[in-house]
Protein backbone atom coordinates (compact mmCIF):
# COMPACT_ATOMS: atom_id res chain seq x y z
CA UNK A 1 0.00 0.00 0.00
CA UNK A 2 1.47 3.92 -0.39
CA UNK A 3 1.57 6.23 2.28
CA UNK A 4 -1.55 8.70 1.92
CA UNK A 5 -0.15 12.04 0.72
CA UNK A 6 2.28 14.45 2.97
CA UNK A 7 3.50 11.98 5.65
CA UNK A 8 7.23 11.68 6.61
CA UNK A 9 9.17 8.81 8.16
CA UNK A 10 10.48 10.26 11.44
CA UNK A 11 12.49 7.22 13.22
CA UNK A 12 12.80 7.00 16.86
CA UNK A 13 15.90 8.72 18.61
CA UNK A 14 18.67 6.20 19.73
CA UNK A 15 21.99 8.07 20.41
CA UNK A 16 24.66 5.65 20.73
CA UNK A 17 22.60 3.11 19.49
CA UNK A 18 25.19 -0.42 20.27
CA UNK A 19 23.37 -3.85 18.33
CA UNK A 20 24.02 -6.73 20.33
CA UNK A 21 21.66 -9.19 18.58
CA UNK A 22 19.72 -8.91 15.57
CA UNK A 23 18.08 -5.78 15.74
CA UNK A 24 18.37 -5.39 19.42
CA UNK A 25 20.69 -3.16 21.22
CA UNK A 26 21.33 -0.56 23.96
CA UNK A 27 21.14 3.21 23.71
CA UNK A 28 20.87 5.92 25.06
CA UNK A 29 17.06 7.30 26.08
CA UNK A 30 14.48 8.53 28.67
CA UNK A 31 14.36 6.13 31.52
CA UNK A 32 10.67 7.06 33.13
CA UNK A 33 11.40 4.64 36.32
CA UNK A 34 9.28 1.14 34.70
CA UNK A 35 9.93 -1.19 31.63
CA UNK A 36 8.85 0.90 28.55
CA UNK A 37 10.91 -0.40 25.91
CA UNK A 38 10.31 -2.68 22.47
CA UNK A 39 13.24 -5.05 23.50
CA UNK A 40 15.87 -2.58 23.68
CA UNK A 41 17.89 -1.70 26.69
CA UNK A 42 17.66 2.54 27.68
CA UNK A 43 21.00 3.57 29.29
CA UNK A 44 21.31 6.78 30.90
CA UNK A 45 22.55 9.14 28.34
CA UNK A 46 26.26 9.39 30.05
CA UNK A 47 26.21 5.74 30.12
CA UNK A 48 25.34 4.99 26.87
CA UNK A 49 28.05 7.65 25.22
CA UNK A 50 30.83 5.79 27.47
CA UNK A 51 30.18 2.63 26.00
CA UNK A 52 29.38 3.83 22.41
CA UNK A 53 33.50 5.27 22.31
CA UNK A 54 34.69 2.90 24.39
CA UNK A 55 33.20 -1.40 23.26
CA UNK A 56 35.15 -2.26 20.38
CA UNK A 57 32.47 -4.23 17.46
CA UNK A 58 32.64 -7.98 18.95
CA UNK A 59 32.39 -6.95 22.84
CA UNK A 60 30.52 -9.53 24.63
CA UNK A 61 27.29 -8.43 25.92
CA UNK A 62 25.60 -10.26 28.72
CA UNK A 63 21.90 -8.83 30.01
CA UNK A 64 20.62 -9.77 33.49
CA UNK A 65 17.60 -8.99 35.74
Not at 14 to 22: A, I
Not at 33 to 49: D, F, H, Q, T
Request: with cysteine; proline share 14%.
Amino acid sequence: DKAPPGPTFRGASMPHFLRFNDAIGMHGGHLPGYPASSGCVRLPAEMARHFFANAPSGTPVMVVR
